[in-house]
């Protein structure tokens, strides 16, 4: 079974810095890309950056130049470093992953940009 435990968000001003950590366990590190999405009240689902095993990344243009997604395999650990943050990244970040043809999301952490 597939568990995702994101941590490390909080209330920031705006032009700080947060970096989110999603802690994946379950026989799961093996696949292929994990990826971080946010959600801000009353708004879709929207994915921000992805990152495949062997560390090849992509962002939304949104995040491009801003943001960082990295993994540490030895410690099942992906990060989300967020540089320059602006009222509009306020959100809840989750982390997912697709094992099996399944989607396995984390349970979310909140953060708050201040303008």
């Known amino acids: 079974q597939v568990q995702l435990v994101e941590s490390g968000g909080g209330l920031v001003q705006a032009g700080g810095s947060l970096r989110l950590s999603c802690v994946v366990s379950?026989?799961?590190?093996?696949?292929?890309?994990v990826a971080w999405y946010r959600q801000a009240p009353e708004k879709q689902r929207e994915w921000v950056a992805t990152?495949?095993?062997?560390?090849?990344?992509n962002y939304a243009n949104f995040v491009k130049g801003r943001f960082t997604i990295a993994r540490d395999n030895a410690e099942y650990t992906v990060y989300l470093q967020m540089n320059s943050l602006k009222p509009e990244d306020a959100a809840v970040y989750y982390c997912?992953?697709?094992?099996?043809?399944?989607?396995?999301w984390g349970q979310g952490t909140q953060v708050t940009v201040s303008s």
């Open positions: 990152i495949n095993r062997s560390g090849a990344t």
């Open positions: 379950g026989s799961t590190f093996r696949t292929p890309a």
């Open positions: 997912s992953t697709i094992l099996n043809s399944t989607n396995y």
